[in-house]
């Protein structure tokens, strides 16, 4: 069985940084792709960020230029560096991983989320 765990949300003023970190666990061969998503009240789940084992990534357009996202494969852990936040960056961030068992199993994890608020 696999596990993420997300770290890093908070309360931060707007023009403020967070730095949100996810970790994976357990039965894991190879992670392949991994990503932030968010969803604010009210709204669909939407892409934040995405990175390939071969360290690509791709943002969505709202979050090009203020947000990176790295992952450390040692660690089976990527991070979301937030800067210049804004209050409608406010949702609940979760992170996913692409991961290939031991056995050859492919699967899609999902952390339990993290709450980030940003006031005006």
């Known amino acids: 069985q696999v596990q993420l765990v997300e770290s890093g949300g908070g309360l931060v003023q707007a023009g403020g940084s967070l730095r949100l970190s996810c970790a994976a666990s357990?039965?894991?061969?190879?992670?392949?792709?991994m990503g932030w998503y968010r969803q604010a009240p009210g709204k669909e789940r939407e892409l934040v960020a995405v990175?390939?084992?071969?360290?690509?990534?791709n943002y969505a357009d709202s979050v090009k230029g203020r947000f990176t996202i790295f992952r450390d494969n040692a660690k089976n852990t990527v991070y979301l560096q937030m800067n210049s936040l804004k209050p409608e960056d406010t949702a609940v961030y979760y992170c996913?991983?692409?991961?290939?068992?031991?056995?050859?199993?492919?699967?899609?994890?999902w952390g339990q989320g993290t709450q980030v608020t940003v006031s005006s």
């Open positions: 357990g039965n894991i061969f190879r992670i392949n792709d």
């Open positions: 996913n991983a692409d991961i290939t068992s031991p056995t050859g199993f492919r699967r899609l994890t």
């Open positions: 990175i390939t084992s071969g360290l690509r990534s």
